[in-house]
């Protein structure tokens, strides 16, 4: 069963704040949310991760419920180069296994 | 330096070719990984290798072989594939320290077409 549901796609206007929503209800607490991207074809690229507090980095912030049932990415100021699948995962600190959900495919318009 | 890398970029192999895909990190990290991605599918867990080590084999048929000579490398040989295996091949590693945040760093992949 898949532990992270995100939306299937999302829009946004360039230079506006994109607010990408993740459900996680069946989290344990030793299991830390992680987001990735990938650009078309491309690698995942890791963007952020954290456990209890809102974490805020270069690329991004992360707001966690407090009971971390619930998370949201926010790019401050999408640009064009910001269009890409984000994956909301799952990974506990006692093994290897990043739980991917389905990713939000964003699109960024003009 | 979050760099991984991984060769070729391409590959288009016959089903009785052998192959080999090649992933190598200088990020120190213990913990070397391989994925399978099909198109609009998240990343599959294939192997884990834990200080060179095989950790983690997700029931991958055997012909895909993993090796992993050193803490910085890591192959992938392929042999007798088929058509659906046909995806993107992708590596990552991590510093490998369970108990704590271990994020994987992921390379640009090797796109797989067999023919």
């Known amino acids: 069963d898949a532990k992270t549901t995100q939306p299937t796609s999302m829009d946004c206007a360039e230079g506006r704040a994109a607010n990408l929503p993740c459900n996680h209800s069946t989290i344990s607490g030793n299991e830390y949310v992680y987001w990735y991207r990938q650009i078309h074809s491309q690698g995942p690229q890791y963007i952020i991760h954290?456990?209890?507090?809102?974490e805020t980095n270069e690329m991004a912030s992360l707001i966690i419920t407090e009971d971390r049932k619930s998370s949201t990415l926010i790019l401050p100021h999408a640009t064009l180069r910001d269009t890409a699948v984000y994956y909301c995962i799952v990974k506990s600190d006692s093994n290897y296994q990043l739980i991917w959900g389905a990713g939000t495919k964003l699109i960024i318009k003009p | 330096d979050t760099e991984v890398t991984q060769t070729p970029k391409h590959l288009v192999m016959g089903m009785t070719n052998k192959k080999s895909l090649k992933c190598e990190q200088h990020m120190g990290h213990r913990a070397m990984y391989w994925y399978k991605q099909k198109a609009k599918k998240p990343p599959e867990l294939m192997f884990v290798y834990s200080y060179e080590k095989l950790s983690i084999n997700e029931s991958v048929p055997s012909r895909f072989s993993p090796e992993c000579p050193n803490s910085s490398l890591l192959n992938l040989h392929l042999h007798a594939l088929q058509p659906e295996d046909s995806a993107l091949y992708l590596c990552a590693s991590s510093h490998g320290e369970l108990g704590f945040t271990d994020t994987q760093y992921f390379g640009p992949g090797t796109r797989l077409t067999v023919l």
């Open positions: 954290g456990l209890k507090n809102n």
